[in-house]
């Protein structure tokens, strides 16, 4: 199966193609670029690099976030337009999923956190179980990393932008528990995206176009201030 993925949650944008499980092509761009300026050009160019004719795809993937509101906005419309046009089906995949699954098998517990403004991070936890199955442990949240270190009591992997942003913290709260990969792990891969949203879509779990939609999990502030109480 021939998918390509796309992660437009964060300020780095990545657009990934696998196929039958291989890597054909891995685009990673980490500038100060909105994602409407760059993610289309993004695409044409790792699919005319790989030779890959946009027909020949079998389908498509979509980091849903958490992450940032209007990039996901922007991705998520992006991947609908070109499933429309394409008639070929579209998988989402959660980006804390993705960035924890970049991570090979470990005994250690698995914390993807992503900075999500207001002194908190989004996460969730992750452990691989028999099979080199990759399990979630907790629900996704957003939480102050004040809170989420009491949770914590064993050596634990953390990865994401998150960690640019808190990576003091984490390791004079937890000392030698906190446990940091390379950089580049720190970043969703398109590449990841696809490879969980093939799976998704070879077990035909693919998501339906109408109620496609980003995962927030915190109220962004429009809708923040629509729920405050007004004064007549």
């Given at each position: 199966?021939?998918?390509?993925?796309?992660?437009?949650?964060?300020?780095?944008?990545?657009?990934?193609?696998?196929?039958?499980?291989?890597?054909?092509?891995?685009?990673?761009?980490?500038?100060?670029?909105?994602h409407?300026?760059?993610?289309?050009?993004?695409?044409?160019?790792?699919?005319?690099?790989?030779?890959?004719?946009?027909?020949?795809?079998?389908?498509?993937?979509?980091?849903?976030?958490?992450?940032?509101?209007?990039?996901?906005?922007?991705?998520?419309?992006?991947?609908?337009?070109?499933?429309?046009?394409?008639?070929?089906?579209v998988?989402?995949?959660?980006?804390?999923?993705?960035?924890?699954?970049?991570?090979?098998?470990?005994?250690?517990?698995?914390?993807?956190?992503?900075?999500?403004?207001?002194?908190?991070?989004?996460?969730?936890?992750?452990?691989?179980?028999?099979?080199?199955?990759?399990?979630?442990?907790?629900?996704y949240?957003?939480?102050?990393?004040?809170?989420?270190?009491?949770?914590?009591?064993e050596?634990?992997?953390?990865?994401?932008?998150?960690?640019?942003?808190?990576?003091?913290?984490?390791?004079?709260?937890?000392?030698?528990?906190?446990?940091?990969?390379?950089?580049?792990?720190?970043?969703?891969?398109?590449?990841?995206?696809?490879?969980?949203?093939?799976?998704?879509?070879?077990?035909?779990?693919?998501?339906?176009?109408?109620?496609?939609?980003?995962?927030?999990?915190?109220?962004?502030?429009?809708?923040?201030?629509?729920?405050?109480?007004?004064?007549?």
């Open positions: 199966m021939k998918v390509l993925g796309i992660d437009t949650s964060t300020s780095c944008g990545s657009v990934g193609l696998m196929d039958n499980g291989e890597v054909v092509s891995d685009y990673l761009l980490n500038i100060r670029l909105t409407s300026e760059r993610l289309l050009g993004a695409i044409e160019l790792v699919l005319r690099e790989a030779r890959c004719p946009i027909e020949t795809l079998d389908g498509w993937a979509i980091s849903l976030g958490p992450g940032s509101f209007t990039g996901l906005r922007i991705g998520i419309s992006t991947i609908k337009g070109l499933a429309f046009a394409t008639g070929k089906p998988a989402g995949v959660s980006t804390l999923d993705v960035l924890a699954s970049q991570i090979a098998t470990t005994p250690y517990l698995i914390c993807p956190i992503l900075d999500a403004r207001k002194q908190e991070v989004y996460t969730a936890f992750y452990r691989y179980e028999k099979r080199e199955s990759l399990k979630r442990l907790s629900p949240q957003a939480i102050r990393p004040e809170d989420l270190i009491k949770q914590i009591d050596q634990t992997i953390f990865l994401g932008n998150g960690v640019m942003v808190y990576k003091d913290f984490l390791q004079s709260s937890l000392s030698s528990t906190a446990i940091f990969p390379p950089p580049h792990l720190h970043f969703c891969h398109g590449s990841m995206v696809a490879e969980l949203g093939s799976k998704l879509l070879e077990k035909g779990e693919g998501s339906d176009l109408a109620t496609l939609a980003p995962t927030y999990i915190r109220l962004s502030e429009a809708e923040i201030k629509w729920q405050e109480p007004r004064s007549n």
